[in-house]
DNA sequence: GACAATTTAATTGTATACAATACTATTTGA
DNA sequence: TCAAATAGTATTGTATACAATTAAATTGTC
């Protein structure tokens, strides 16, 4: 009698979300191509829309994305003319990121661009809701077994 | 009066994916750091325990990945001694992956391994069952409008 | 005020992802 | 039969991700 069903409840809503979330990148790909701006690029400026000037830190905080990833992405975007990155005067460790004109000035275009392709997801807001409500839960779930691998981790060095 | 709220609950639905599906990505990693083993390489495993070999254009459907990323993803796995690859004989244009000896003895602590990180992710199996349920409902409508894209970029070309 | 500790970015190295292209082997069709 | 189309894999180029390290600036403490 060998327990070979591995292949649990949670790993499958792993695969499931790891999938989705993929497609949900092509889909801001293709959506955002007249503008050339990929779905990490989008959700930055999405945040410096909101409020900016960021430095890199807060926009991480904000986009859950460390400096490692970040420099690059806003080099390029700073190279398409969206963001300039001004090293603060106050605090020379930290580099502002500010919105150009072109990218206040496109706000809208491509506000209105997703829009335009946000044909729906055939589901509910409450059903989303749920969905997002239950993806809460998950991630704070993982968010507390990562932590307690730290601890984990310690204890199997002792061995 | 502006319609400034393109914040969508699409739009928050893909960030939670996305941010939900990093998280899986640590938990896996460090869940399999003792096997050296990435997630990506891990469900490559995982489609080879249940059925090999596989080609690799078999495996990228099971995975929906391109030859682009699982031939470097199966070079590596095969540097550390998990599979072989073998250009098929009858067919010399597939390469057929096949698990190792070694793939195939570690298969129950890798498991296990996961199963000892598995603990629960505070929602019923029901609950699960929905979310992934909705999340199929999500990628088929992305999976319709990408399609709806492709004519939509025939029409854009024309002006 | 000196200096250790901390904070913040950038860099480096590794590993996905995927589009586009190239290349080879197989299959198909005239 | 053999040219054209197709299939399968690999390669190249671009863009994330993130761990680990480095470097620079600031803060806290004595």
Redesign the pocket.
């Known amino acids: 009698m060998s327990e070979v069903t591995p292949v649990l409840l949670d790993e499958q809503l792993c695969f499931s979300i790891?999938s989705a979330s993929?497609?949900f990148?092509?889909f801001y790909?293709s959506a955002l191509a007249p503008f050339?701006l990929?779905?990490?690029?989008y959700i930055a400026l999405l945040a410096l829309w909101e409020d900016a000037p960021l430095?890199?830190?807060?926009l991480?905080q904000r986009?859950?994305?460390?400096?490692?990833?970040?420099?690059?992405?806003?080099?390029?975007?700073e190279k398409q003319g969206w963001v300039t990155?001004v090293?603060?005067r106050?605090?020379?460790?930290?580099?502002?990121i500010h919105l150009t004109a072109m990218a206040t000035a496109k706000r809208d275009e491509v506000y209105q661009r997703i829009g335009q392709c946000q044909t729906l997801l055939g589901m509910s807001d409450d059903e989303i809701e749920t969905l997002m409500t239950d993806l809460v839960t998950v991630k704070a779930q993982l968010d507390q077994v990562s932590h307690q691998r730290l601890i984990d981790k310690q204890v199997n060095l002792q061995k």
């Open positions: 790891y993929k497609k990148n092509h790909q050339k990929t779905y990490p690029q430095t890199v830190h807060q991480g986009l859950e994305l460390d400096s490692g990833t970040l420099t690059p992405l806003l080099k390029r975007l990155r090293r603060s106050t605090d020379e460790r930290q580099v502002l």
